[in-house]
């Protein structure tokens, strides 16, 4: 089945190559000198983003930022490098230093992407009360930094009824990265949205405490389908890279099997390609790019959200999940539930201690 188009705010599907801008942990920065010496005037506004654990290739969440970054670029006639870049992190040590750097090059808004750069980024705002800074999936209460959450349980309760609409074991699986509110919720969207369906169903949870341990993805992965799981969600980051990969090579090596996995933050199709077709369900999606799109023209036109949370869900287009390789029957259940969670007669929990199997 062909995956059908999805919202505009979250469908922005580039697949330009990706340059790395600076180096992390103070390195050289040099490719970020030609950036503004200014700030206000649209000509002269530049952007960076400060990466979390796994880089803007990891096909999820940093990706989804740095897509957005470049969609802005293009927008506004910007050159990479010029008028936007990225400063990845390759560990947590690296948060403090990168922000510094992209403090000390002179550009005009500072992306933190994702919960782990909170406390690194509310050090360097509070001293630095005149730039202009953007945390993602998580909040500070300063008024040079604009909060952005999502309601990530949401989406995460779409996925659970679509494993729950097509597992053939009744057994499904949850990988995540790092035990955090974050990715709590996640699981508790995802075991909510598999109880609704079928209390029944064996759901295997396990944390790899990585975004980037591909490695530890493929073992935890290998292990719930040999329990016997078919179906596994993963809210990992490039972790998720290894989960892909067992299911690949399992398909692979016994095409008559009937695995899957479900993508996260952003449409995975393209990591569920094997020799026999693809093994991508469906995708829970995150609006992150098109947040870097819309703060970023705020920040030049003088609306700029400082001091302020946003909280994106169903109901906003903030978050959503594709119809990817979904059956039709699964997908009419899909859109039952959805259009339930917007009216406000389901209300998806955040705490996976608040869901029980009934």
Known sequence: MENRNIKRLLGLGLTTGLVLAACGNGGDSENTETTSEEAGSGEDFSIVMVTDIGGV????????????MQAWGEENDKEVNQGYAY????????FVPNINQALNADFDLIYGIGYKLQPAMEEVANANPDQKFVIIDDVIEADNVASVLFKDHEAAFLAGVA??????????GFVGGQKSAVIDRFEAGFLAGVYAVDPTITVDVQ??????DAAKGKQLAAAMYSNGADIIYHASGDTGNGVFTEARDRMNANPDQN???????RDQTDEGVYD???????STLKGVGQVVQDM??????GTFAGGEVSNFGLA??????????LSEEAWAAVEDYRQQIIDGTIVVPEDPAEVVAE
């Open 57 to 68: 290739d990891d096909g999820s969440f940093n990706q989804s930022a740095w897509e957005g």
């Open 296 to 301: 970023s023209n705020a920040a030049i036109d």
């Open 316 to 325: 906003e287009d903030g978050v959503d999940l594709t119809e990817g390789n």
């Open 87 to 94: 400063i990845q992190s390759n560990e947590d040590s690296e």
């Open 276 to 282: 026999g077709g693809n093994l991508t369900l469906t």
């Open 163 to 172: 494993a729950a609409t097509t597992t053939e074991t009744n057994h499904v």
């Open 207 to 212: 944390y790899a405490e990585s975004f980037g």
């Open 259 to 265: 695995l899957w996995v479900i993508g996260v933050d």
